[in-house]
């Protein structure tokens, strides 16, 4: 049995969110002192990352691809968060999808970490 997908409110303040659980398109939400778990991967388009931390990062927890405006490139069940706020969040088993640059970006709201990229 499906469980259905759970639209999220405007600010999400100190929950577990579980991206297999959220719907596919999460636009402008805040989201404060949560815990975001995947998979599925997501995309973070448009967002701003402030004091947050990533656990658990692996070979393939950054995944470039050539045009991630075109859905069909995104991996399959990809989670788009479109112009969303995260601020002092936690990030655990996540794979983050995104153009080079998207990713660059994502490298430096986390420290600037050296992450592996698969492409």
């Given amino acids: 049995m499906n469980t259905p997908k759970q639209p999220l409110p405007a600010v999400v303040h100190n ?7 959220t719907t596919p398109w999460v636009h402008r939400k805040r989201f404060e002192g949560c815990v975001l778990i995947g998979p599925p991967p997501a995309l973070l388009s448009g967002c701003h990352i402030e004091g ?3 656990l658990g990062v692996g070979p393939y927890s950054l995944v470039v691809v ?6 069909s490139r ?3 069940g990809t989670i788009i968060f479109l112009e969303c706020t995260f601020r002092n969040c936690e990030f ?3 794979t983050i999808v995104g153009s080079k640059e998207q990713i660059e970006a994502i490298q430096t709201a986390f420290g600037g970490k050296a992450f592996n990229l698969k492409s």
């Fill in 15 to 21: 929950q577990v969110v579980r991206l297999g659980a």
């Fill in 52 to 54: 947050s931390k990533w």
């Fill in 66 to 71: 050539d045009d991630p405006t075109d859905r």
């Fill in 74 to 76: 995104l991996p399959i």
């Fill in 92 to 94: 655990q088993d996540f």
